[in-house]
């Protein structure tokens, strides 16, 4: 009686496929770890593009004050002012999203205020792309229950 060997396919050539191997699982604190980091290179990212409009309040600047006046027909001041609040409401409004995204970061690793992370990581989607990417995989981790569970209470 012949049985067959369990290390030969059908065909009775040998089988070489590597063992399987379980899935490396990383414990969710350390991906908050990891979450909080990326939170950090984003406030970095962020504060760094959100300053490209200071050449906007040099040149309102510039036109307020009449450095334009050159030509025949000089813009008028209001222009000037359109230029600055506009370049500096920019500039604000991206340091303010740098600065969330920084404190996001360390409660992320302190495990502390879910909800302002939760919150955070929301408003994070609208950056495209980077702040969509880890906006969505924020997300994810933080609306599972074990992950919930690591933050410390509310005082």
């Known amino acids: 009686m012949n049985t067959p060997d369990p290390s030969t396919s059908d065909s009775g050539s ?16 350390h991906q908050l770890d990891i979450l909080g980091i990326l ?7 962020t504060g760094l593009f959100s300053l490209i409009p200071i050449a906007h309040v040099v040149m309102g600047l510039a036109m307020i004050g009449g450095r334009f006046e050159q030509g025949s027909n000089p813009p008028p001041p209001m222009v000037g002012w359109i230029f600055l609040i506009m370049g500096a409401t920019f500039i604000l409004g991206g340091l303010t999203c740098a600065a969330l995204f920084a404190m996001t970061g360390q409660r992320l690793r302190q495990r502390r205020g879910y909800t302002f992370c939760l919150v955070v990581s929301a408003i994070s989607c609208t950056l495209m792309p980077f702040g969509t990417i880890l906006g969505i995989f924020a997300l994810i981790e933080l609306t599972k229950p074990h992950v919930k569970a690591l933050f410390a209470p509310a005082r």
């Open 39 to 45: 939170y950090y290179v984003l406030a970095a990212l």
């Open 14 to 29: 040998l089988d070489v496929r590597p063992p399987v191997e379980a899935p490396v699982v990383v414990p969710p604190a």
